[in-house]
């Protein structure tokens, strides 16, 4: 990661390439132009509060995270954005989730349980 996570500008980045949406699907998205939305990542270009609103319905996080009220380092905004994506997956993908993580636990703590 190139940018500021503790930024709003780097925190709009993140949870876009989170979504998995270029820059472009954003602009067409909001109807705007594709350097607008690279201008507003690269802090060049101020983002209105119903800017934010829209850019936080469209990423699926907070506009508290996205300004950094809430959740303000980089271990948390991954944390939200990992929940985000594992209430996507189909209940047995889940299951299979869980187990790796709880495997992955096990394996850090040195259990062989």
Do not use: C
Not at 88 to 96: G, T, V
Request: hydrophobic share 40%; aromatic share 4%.
């Amino acid at each position: 990661m190139d940018y500021d996570i503790q930024s709003i500008p780097g925190r709009l980045r993140f949870a876009r390439e989170q979504a998995g949406l270029t820059q472009g699907q954003v602009a067409r998205r909001l109807d705007m132009h594709r350097p607008t939305i690279s201008e507003i990542e690269a802090g060049r270009r101020k983002v209105s509060a119903e800017e934010l609103v829209i850019f936080a319905q469209l990423y699926g996080v907070s506009v508290e995270w996205i300004t950094n009220t809430v959740g303000s380092s980089e271990h948390e905004a991954h944390i939200q954005l990992a929940a985000r994506k594992l209430s996507k997956l189909k209940p047995e993908d889940l299951e299979k989730v869980l187990q790796l993580l709880s495997a992955l636990r096990m394996e850090d703590t040195g259990n062989d349980n």
